[in-house]
């Protein structure tokens, strides 16, 4: 893990939050009515667009199999053609059905049952499936689990790597402990801090930088990061 220049990684860290909150205000993610809608989406969303990821869901929702136990019912084919804009459909298909059968064979169906109980069992849980990583298992639990877990996505990483919070070689669990250590465990405080950072590289911290106008422009960094 590398430190800000000057030392102070925390301080960094806790002085984005508010200057990104006081620029563009509450984003009001996750964008999903539900919180099936929500975990369908956080797996669908792997290595897609969002736009993709909206199609996908909309075709699930005419075909009425946003819920648990009509995601039980279909066939493995049936549910990989209805979310094809997705993108390695047939992957998220197996990743879907995966999480289903758990939730199930578990759970009986009941995701609040699924969430509960300590973090990082759940968090250890959630991993055992099948297709759930870290960053997928942290924004179901955050979420829709309204568990204080942070979201390491690759827009985060590249607004701390550049400036000067992490390296390139930082491993996602030591990214996410840095931001927990650096920012008191709250639910909505870690839901606005993740989609703030999603909305500013997407604005301003893309892979080739923008930043005139950035509500970070007058910290410390380096755009070529």
Same mark, same amino acid.
């Given at each position: 893990?590398?430190?800000?220049?000057?030392?102070?990684?925390?301080?960094?860290?806790?002085?984005?939050?508010?200057?990104?909150?006081?620029?563009?205000?509450?984003?009001?993610?996750?964008?999903?009515?539900?919180?099936?809608?929500?975990?369908?989406?956080?797996?669908?969303?792997?290595?897609?667009?969002?736009?993709?990821?909206?199609?996908?869901?909309?075709?699930?929702?005419?075909?009425?199999?946003?819920?648990?136990?009509?995601?039980?019912?279909?066939?493995?084919?049936?549910?990989?053609?209805?979310?094809?804009?997705?993108? =390695? @459909?047939? #992957?998220? %298909?197996?990743?879907?059905?995966?999480?289903? *059968?758990?939730?199930?064979?578990? &759970?009986?169906?009941?995701?609040?049952?699924?969430?509960?109980?300590?973090?990082?069992?759940?968090?250890?849980?959630?991993?055992?499936?099948?297709?759930?990583?870290?960053?997928?298992?942290?924004?179901?639990?955050?979420?829709?689990?309204?568990?204080? =877990? @942070?979201? #390491?996505? %690759?827009?985060?990483?590249?607004?701390?790597? *550049?400036?000067?919070?992490?390296? &390139?070689?930082?491993?996602?669990?030591?990214?996410?402990?840095?931001?927990?250590?650096?920012?008191?465990?709250?639910?909505?405080?870690?839901?606005?801090?993740?989609?703030?950072?999603?909305?500013?590289?997407?604005?301003?911290?893309?892979?080739?930088?923008?930043?005139?106008?950035?509500?970070?422009?007058?910290?410390?960094?380096?755009?070529?990061?």
């Amino acid at each position: 893990m590398k430190s800000v220049r000057d030392g102070t990684t925390g301080d960094t860290i806790r002085a984005i939050y508010p200057r990104l909150l006081r620029a563009w205000g509450p984003q009001g993610w996750w964008p999903a009515d539900t919180a099936t809608e929500m975990v369908v989406g956080a797996i669908l969303t792997q290595n897609t667009a969002w736009p993709n990821v909206e199609r996908a869901v909309k075709n699930l929702a005419e075909a009425n199999r946003l819920t648990w136990s009509r995601l039980r019912e279909i066939s493995q084919a049936d549910l990989a053609e209805l979310i094809r804009p997705s993108g =390695t @459909f047939r #992957v998220k %298909a197996l990743r879907l059905k995966a999480f289903v *059968r758990f939730l199930w064979r578990f &759970h009986a169906g009941d995701l609040d049952n699924m969430l509960c109980g300590n973090l990082e069992e759940v968090r250890k849980r959630l991993l055992s499936i099948h297709g759930i990583g870290p960053e997928t298992a942290d924004a179901i639990i955050l979420y829709a689990g309204y568990r204080p =877990t @942070f979201v #390491v996505d %690759a827009y985060t990483r590249r607004v701390l790597r *550049r400036h000067y919070a992490i390296d &390139h070689r930082a491993s996602y669990e030591s990214v996410r402990a840095l931001l927990q250590q650096s920012i008191r465990a709250d639910v909505g405080v870690y839901q606005e801090y993740h989609a703030l950072l999603v909305e500013l590289a997407k604005r301003h911290c893309r892979v080739k930088a923008s930043c005139d106008g950035c509500p970070l422009e007058d910290l410390p960094h380096d755009n070529a990061l």
